[in-house]
């Protein structure tokens, strides 16, 4: 079983920044995926971006340019940090889990909320 907890959510202006935290603990292995999705009212959950344990990533087009993700290998823990924020990016953020790289996720978080006012 892996454990992930987010943070890092919170309300903000649309240009300004947020950085979300995931701690994952439990049976962490090597290789694995570490990714954020976000999930707004009435859609479905969307990919973010992902990252793997060496470093590699991709993200969804809404997002190149403004968010970056990142990992620290050591403390199993991923960042995205949000740069230049707009209306359309307010959603749950979900941090996801797999040791797998088929395209999923196998654990989730339980979700931190990101509110961007216009």
């Known amino acids: 079983q892996v454990q992930l907890v987010e943070s890092g959510g919170g309300l903000v202006q649309a240009g300004e920044s947020l950085r979300l935290s995931c701690a994952a603990s439990?049976?962490?292995?090597?290789?694995?995926?570490m990714g954020w999705y976000r999930q707004a009212p009435g859609k479905q959950r969307d990919l973010v971006a992902v990252?793997?344990?060496?470093?590699?990533?991709n993200y969804a087009d809404s997002v190149k340019g403004r968010f970056t993700i990142s990992k620290d290998n050591a403390k199993n823990t991923a960042y995205l940090q949000m740069n230049s924020l707009k209306p359309e990016d307010t959603a749950v953020y979900y941090c996801?889990?797999?040791?797998?790289?088929?395209?999923?996720?196998?654990?989730w978080g339980k979700g931190t909320l990101v509110t961007v006012s216009s």
């Open positions: 996801g889990y797999s040791n797998y790289f088929d395209g999923g996720m196998d654990y």
């Open positions: 990252i793997t344990s060496r470093g590699s990533t």
């Open positions: 439990g049976s962490i292995f090597t290789p694995n995926v």
